[in-house]
């Protein structure tokens, strides 16, 4: 996982309610097997709001707009991420280039899984989501910073809002870290007690 610390890039407004994990990863894509770097998810992410029937670019889509393309972060709207506990979810936001989401509220696991995969959910109170808009769409492709180790969202304008996270979490944030890698931190040690382990019953490890 990538180390989070402070991002500034184009920020897209997304203002649409309860855009659920089923809608930022629809069902028939996740028979793809991911492989970051091989096959990802981009294509998938919110594959039926930027596409139509036909799989063509819906023109009208902010994130097929010229000024919105390649944003590195997404101001939502309420209940982003609602819905089913699919970790897909946050992969696609992550393989879409997303790093940061910006809202007033999130679904519980998903805000979980965007920090297991490297993303930040910063909520915000909905009167400042709704300025963010208003500044994101009075000048498209304006940029947000997020500064993580200050908890702080620097908007288009320079104002400073500072949002809430879980002092583990942003610790394993900034040092890049999900739980296969915290658990990689103590490997000394836990390589030290299977040795011991098995000198002590050498007949169970010999089983294994």
Not at 98 to 114: E, H, K, M, S, T
């Given at each position: 996982m990538q180390p989070f610390t402070t991002l500034t890039a184009v920020a897209a407004p997304i203002d649409i309610a309860k855009i659920d994990t089923g809608v930022i990863l629809p069902g028939r894509f996740m028979r793809i097997r991911r492989i970051p770097g091989v096959a990802d998810y981009a294509n998938a992410f919110v594959h039926?709001?930027?596409f139509d029937e036909n799989d063509q670019p819906r023109a009208d889509f902010v994130l097929n707009l010229p000024a919105y393309?390649?944003?590195?972060?997404?101001v939502t709207g309420i209940d982003f991420g609602c819905g089913?506990?699919?970790?897909?979810?946050a992969c696609a936001v992550l393989d879409f280039g997303?790093?940061?989401?910006?809202?007033?509220?999130?679904?519980?696991?998903?805000?979980?899984?965007?920090?297991q995969n490297?993303?930040?959910?910063?909520?915000?109170?909905?009167?400042?989501?709704?300025d963010l808009w208003r500044q994101l769409k009075a000048t498209p492709g304006a940029q947000i910073t997020v500064d993580l180790a200050s908890q702080t969202v620097a908007a288009p304008?320079?104002?400073r809002h500072a949002f809430e996270i879980d002092a583990t979490r942003k610790e394993r944030l900034l040092k890049g870290l999900d739980d296969v890698g915290v658990t990689l931190e103590h490997l000394p040690q836990i390589e030290a007690f299977e040795d011991a382990y098995r000198e002590r019953m050498p007949w169970l490890a010999n089983k294994i």
């Open positions: 039926d709001l930027r393309r390649g944003a590195g972060i997404l089913s506990s699919r970790e897909g979810a997303v790093r940061a989401l910006i809202g007033p509220g999130f679904g519980d696991v998903f805000a979980a899984n965007c920090l490297g993303i930040v959910p910063a909520v915000l109170p909905i009167e400042v989501v709704q304008d320079g104002t």
